[in-house]
C-alpha cells in the first residue's frame, strides 16, 4: 500500500464489500446502504453470466476467480442427461481470447452506472467482473463524482472505470446513437426510476442489458394507485399480491416505453426482495415475438369478460393494470446465474441468500400470473389457517399444478380456477367449522360458504408438495440484519443526508409501544368530568350530573342523604 492511500485511510472512513474498499470523508457525506449489498452482489453475477454469452459470441471466454469448471445445479432428483449434454458441447469449443477481472477487454462490455453515488458498485464491477470494457459511473452531484474518481484510484481501476458528472437522462440521450450505446445500464435510484426509462431504452445496445430497481413500494403496491399511473402507465392494487404485481407493473412500463422506439424487452430475472424491486431485461429492436407484448397489434376488445360482481364472494371487482401477463423469468438464464453462485460460494458474501432466492424462481410457474396467500383465504370465510404442505397436497390431489413465489412466504401460485380454490377452503371449513350465525348474511364468507363444493378436497400430504427449495433449508426468506435496516433519507443537494434521522425516526414511529390503558385514562384531568368523591374517584360527565339533581329535586330518584350531598356541593 503506497503512503498516499495510508494516509487516506487514517483521514477518510473506508467501507469494504466484496473485493471493493470505497473512502468517505465523513459518514454522511455520501448515500450507502450496506443492506444493498444482496442487490450489488446479485448485480454482478448476472451481468458476469451476460458477459460471458455475449462475449462467447464475439470469440472471448471469460474467467472467473474461484471457477473450476461449470456445474449444472438441478432442484430436481434427478439431472436431465440433456442438460448435461447441452453443458458439455458448450464447454467443447474454447475461444482463443480470454477476458479476466480487472483488465481491459477491447471487445468487452461497455457498462454505465447512471446514479453512482459513491461508485461502489461500479468499483465492484471493475473488480469482480470480466470481459469489461469501459465502466462510466455518473452521478449529478460534483462531490459524488470527485469521490468515485478518488475511489477508482484508490481501488486501482483508473483504467477501467471513468467519473462523470452529468444528469443521468441528458447522458444517456447524448448515447443513443447506435455505435455510442452502452451493452449494460444500471440504475439504483432513490425511490421512482420513471424519469430514467425513456432515456435508458434508447441508449442500451442491440441485445443490451437493463437493471432497474424501484423503491418506491408504497406507490407500486397500491397505496397511490393514481400516482403510479402517472409514473408507470398502470394502476396498482392494494393486495397481497402487491409485490409480484410491482415487478409487472414495471416490465409493462418498460415494455411500451421501448416500443415508442419499435424496441421490445426480454426479462431475464425479475425479483422482490426487503423494500425493494429488481429487474434485468434485455432490449431488442424489432417486432416482438411473444405474446401479449406492447409491440404486438391488438384489434377491439370485447366483453367485458366479468360480471359487475364477483360470483363467489358477491362483492365489486376492483380494476388494475394493465401489467406484464408474459413470464418475468428466463429460467434457462437464471440456472445458469444459480450454477455459477453454488459452485463458487466464496465470491460473494450473500450467496447464501442468492442461491436460496434464485432456487425459488426456477421452482415458480411460469405462466401464472400473480398468486394467492393462504392467511387471505382463510381470513376470508373467518376460519383457522389449514398448513401449507396440506393446501399445496389439496390442489395437487385435486390436479392442479402449484408452487411457491419468492415475493412473499405464504403465497401459493396455481393454475386452478378460483372455484377450485374456494371448493378447497369450502371442505377444510367443513372440517374446521366456524360460527355461521355470527356471520354477516352480507359478507363475503356467508357468501362463499353458502355454496356446497362441487370437489372433495383431499388435505393428505404427498411427498411432492414440499419443494427442493423448502426441503433443502435454504436461506430464502432472511430476516432483518440490523435496526433501521430499511431505505435510508434521501441525499441532500449538498451530498450529504440527514444528521438527525434517527432522532426525526424517534419522533415520528413507534408511537404505540407504551399504549395508555383504560385505567391510567381515569386519572387524566378532564374539564368536562366532575369527581363525585375523593375516596372512592368515581368520574361522572357533567351533563350527567345535572340530569341527577333534576331527578333528585323532583322526586324522580331516591338515594341516600349523604350521597345526595355531593350532587348540591
Known amino acids: ?87 458439455e458441447k458448450n464447454g467443447a469449443e474454447e475461444p482463443a481470447v480470454t477476458a479476466t477481472v480487472g483488465e481491459k477487454c477491447e471487445h468487452g462490455l461497455r457498462v454505465l452506472e447512471g446514479l453512482a453515488a459513491s461508485g461502489l458498485r461500479s468499483v465492484r464491477f471493475a473488480l469482480e467482473v470480466p470481459g469489461l470494457q469501459s465502466v462510466t459511473a455518473n452521478d449529478f452531484s460534483t462531490k459524488a463524482a470527485a469521490l468515485i474518481a478518488r475511489n477508482a484510484q484508490y481501488n486501482g481501476v483508473s483504467h477501467l472505470l471513468q467519473a462523470s458528472c452529468k444528469d443521468a437522462s441528458m447522458l444517456m440521450y447524448e448515447m443513443r446513437g447506435k455505435n455510442a450505446r452502452y451493452d449494460v445500464i444500471d440504475l439504483d435510484p432513490y425511490g421512482s426510476p420513471s424519469c430514467f426509462l425513456d432515456a435508458a431504452v434508447q441508449a442500451v445496445s442491440e441485445g443490451g442489458l437493463l437493471c432497474i430497481t424501484c423503491t418506491d413500494m408504497a406507490v407500486m403496491a397500491g397505496n397511490s394507485g393514481e400516482t403510479c399511473y402517472s409514473k408507470y402507465g398502470s394502476v396498482s392494487i392494494k393486495s397481497r399480491y402487491c409485490h409480484e404485481m410491482a415487478l409487472r407493473i414495471i416490465l409493462h412500463s418498460l415494455d411500451q416505453r421501448a416500443a415508442v422506439y419499435q424496441r421490445y424487452i426480454q426479462p431475464l430475472l425479475s425479483v422482490s426482495v426487503d423494500f425493494y424491486i429488481r429487474v434485468f431485461v434485455r432490449v431488442f429492436t424489432g417486432q416482438a415475438t411473444v405474446k401479449n407484448s406492447a409491440s404486438m397489434k391488438y384489434s377491439a376488445a370485447t366483453g367485458p369478460p366479468v360480471g359487475p360482481e364477483c360470483e363467489h364472494c358477491g362483492q365489486s371487482h376492483q380494476l388494475g393494470g394493465p401489467i406484464w401477463a408474459e413470464p418475468i423469468h428466463d429460467l434457462p438464464f437464471v440456472q445458469k446465474v444459480l450454477s455459477a453462485v453454488s459452485g463458487n460460494p466464496s465470491r460473494f458474501g450473500t450467496s447464501k441468500r442468492i442461491e436460496g432466492v434464485l432456487s425459488m424462481v426456477t421452482e415458480e410457474l411460469e405462466d401464472v400470473p400473480l398468486y394467492y396467500t393462504v392467511d387471505s383465504l382463510s381470513s376470508t370465510i373467518h376460519c383457522n389457517t389449514p398448513p401449507l404442505l396440506q393446501f399445496r397436497s389439496a390442489l395437487l390431489h385435486a390436479g392442479y399444478s402449484v408452487s411457491l413465489s419468492h415475493a412473499c412466504k405464504n403465497a401459493i401460485k396455481t393454475d386452478a380456477p378460483p372455484a377450485a380454490i374456494w371448493d378447497i377452503m369450502r371442505c377444510w371449513e367443513k372440517a374446521n367449522p366456524v360460527k355461521r350465525e355470527k356471520l354477516s348474511q352480507t359478507s363475503p364468507a356467508f357468501k362463499i360458504l353458502s355454496t356446497e363444493p362441487s370437489l372433495e378436497a383431499c388435505f393428505t400430504v404427498r411427498e411432492d408438495a414440499n419443494p427442493q427449495s423448502r426441503k433443502r433449508h435454504l436461506t430464502r426468506f432472511q430476516e432483518n440484519p440490523q435496526a433501521f435496516w430499511g431505505p435510508k433519507a434521501r441525499a441532500k443537494a449538498g451530498g450529504g443526508i440527514s444528521t438527525d434521522l434517527q432522532d426525526k425516526r424517534k419522533k415520528f414511529q413507534n408511537k404505540r409501544k407504551n399504549q395508555v390503558t383504560d385505567s391510567q385514562l381515569k386519572s387524566f384531568p378532564c374539564k368536562r368530568f366532575k369527581e363525585v368523591s375523593p375516596t372512592t374517584s368515581v368520574v361522572l360527565h357533567s351533563g350527567l350530573i345535572k340530569c341527577i339533581r333534576h331527578k333528585l329535586l323532583f322526586g324522580q330518584l331516591k338515594v341516600r342523604d349523604d350521597v345526595a350531598r355531593y350532587f348540591f356541593s
Not at 498516499?4 to 485511510?9: G, K, R
Not at 477518510?12 to 452482489?41: C, M, T, W
Open 1 to 87: 500500500m503506497t503512503l498516499q492511500a495510508l494516509l487516506e485511510e487514517r483521514t477518510h472512513a473506508v467501507v469494504k464489500e466484496g473485493k471493493a474498499a470505497i473512502l468517505f470523508p465523513s459518514a454522511n457525506v455520501v448515500f450507502y446502504n450496506p443492506v444493498q449489498e444482496f442487490n450489488r452482489d446479485l448485480t454482478c453475477a448476472v451481468i458476469t453470466e451476460f458477459a460471458r454469452e455475449l462475449l462467447a459470441q464475439r470469440g472471448v471466454k471469460v474467467v472467473v476467480p474461484g471457477e473450476t469448471e461449470r456445474v449444472v445445479v438441478s432442484l430436481s432428483e434427478e439431472m436431465n442427461e440433456a442438460d448435461v449434454k447441452t453443458e
